[in-house]
């Protein structure tokens, strides 16, 4: 038996792949707790992956089984009918999903069944990179290395399957009836969702794979793959993504691109690692010194940034990127990370959990991972005092506005079409109206708010009274950086 969950695919699927070898195959997507806890636009992003797959396995001849309820109970009850001995899953190693497979593993164990989770949603298994002293790599470079050395598993084929007749199913669920008038507007930006169709993403890609040397500039958005709401979803393997995308590396023309394509996938498996090893790292800072942190709690603040009225354009034009289409450009979550919790000033958690809901990408790992890399408390963080001033950021990889005025209604004369589709996808209860334009003020003065934040980092040094050195002992550069 085969238990899908963010592995929506047929390829280099290892789960389904070790259910097909042990005999007749009956798929099983279980709607639970741990399901239902996730962000809405993720939720809404599995949707569409889940109707894509089952889909596909009625056209090979088989079903997906979908049943609602406590995992180990569907789970156990699915096996006992079917009477499967082992039931083979993608480990998914968030904190929330492992408590969860720990209490399904208990009750098939208490019939005589067995859990078998495969690693099939990582380039390495964690386990196979260790430093030379069996740790595990808290920075990002050594780490890189270390996957190199021990390289990347080919992809492994689709497998033969022979299916079982498949038990009851419950219709396919609306697994995010919260989406509201927002899924609209996301459904009409969203990529096709679907095995082939990311596997489509992938190969016009790697078509035009030379331009990902301007992956900075969100102006130019066909620069990067925009495949990791694929990757968050399983419909494409990082092994599939990294064997097509090595192919490159002979050729002198994308060579360049397709080495930082490769790092990049890299970061994400580093993510990853770190989850594996520390899952509280949505919830807790790495570095523990900064627990003391002197954040502030401002709700209008807040407010203004999660509804990307603070009158920073930059800011606010990825915000409103995000609330359209789900996604944001990376250059620019790192400026609005950078924003919330320095200029303004506020708990990075506040940020995470909004891109945890907002987001069809979200992948708990690379979140936590870039949200403490920001706020400076992460394994390999960025030193807190490394401020992205928004403006500076916004001149260098939007030097003519493209971006801003895409998403930003009624800056610089913009009336276009996306940046409409925000207040659409918007609460009705946010009150927002096209006919407010766009904020002339901002809400924090950028040279105060840096300010501001270098006092917060001295005051929390001053109360331990020790310099800011990391756990592996690497002590941060001269306190005086902007971006
Ligand atoms: C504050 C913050 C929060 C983030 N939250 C998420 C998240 O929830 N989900 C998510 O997938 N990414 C997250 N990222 C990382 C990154 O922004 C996205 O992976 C990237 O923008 C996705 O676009 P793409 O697929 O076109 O990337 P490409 O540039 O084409 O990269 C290919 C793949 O590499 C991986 N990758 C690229 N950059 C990173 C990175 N910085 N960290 C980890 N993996 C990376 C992704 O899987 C991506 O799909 C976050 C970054 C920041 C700064």
Known sequence: ?????????????????????????????????????????????????????????????????????????????????????????????EPARSAADARVAQRLEADGRRLILHCGHLLVAPQAIRTGSGGVYKVYTPFARAVRRHGVPAPL?????????????????????????????????????????????????????????????????????????????????????????????????????????????????????????????????????????????????????????????????????????GRMHNRVRLAVASYLSKHLLIDWRVGLRWFADTLIDWDPASNAMNWQWVAGSGPDASPYFRIFNPATQAAKFDPKGDYRRRWLWGWDGSDSEDARDYFDAVPRSWGMDPADGYPDEPIVDLAAGRQRALEALATMRQAQAEPDVGPDGRASEAPDEEE
Request: with cysteine; net charge negative; glycine share 6%.
């Open 1 to 93: 038996m085969c238990w899908f969950r963010r592995d929506l695919r047929v390829a280099d699927n290892p789960a389904l792949a070790a259910a097909a070898a042990a005999g007749p195959v009956v798929a099983l997507f279980v709607v639970d707790e741990v399901l239902r806890g996730q962000g809405a636009a993720t939720r809404w992003r599995l949707q569409g992956a889940l109707s894509a797959l089952s889909a596909d396995l009625k056209g090979r001849g088989g079903a997906l089984v979908v049943r609602t309820g406590d995992a180990a109970e569907v789970v156990a009850g699915v096996a006992a009918e079917v009477d499967a001995a082992e039931i083979h899953a993608t480990d998914w190693p």
């Open 157 to 325: 084929p689709e497998p033969k399957i022979c299916w079982a007749d498949p038990p009851r199913s419950e219709p396919l669920p609306d697994l995010a009836p919260d989406m509201d008038r927002g899924a609209e507007v996301v459904a009409r930006h969203a990529a096709p969702a679907g095995e082939a169709a990311a596997r489509e993403r992938l190969d016009a890609f790697l078509g035009r794979a030379a331009g990902y040397l301007q992956r900075d500039r969100p102006d130019r958005p066909e620069a990067t793959s925009g495949l990791s709401d694929a990757l968050a979803t399983g419909e494409i393997s990082p092994r599939t993504i990294w064997a097509a995308a090595e192919r490159h590396l002979h050729d002198p023309a994308r060579a360049q691109a397709a080495e930082k394509f490769l790092s990049e996938l890299t970061w994400r498996d580093f993510a990853w690692h770190l989850l594996t090893e520390w899952p509280t790292l949505p919830e807790r800072e790495w570095r523990a010194e900064f627990a003391a942190f002197p954040f502030r709690r401002d709700t209008a603040d807040e407010t203004a940034w999660t509804r990307a009225v603070t009158g920073e354009p930059l800011v606010d034009a990825g915000l409103r990127e995000m609330f359209v289409t």
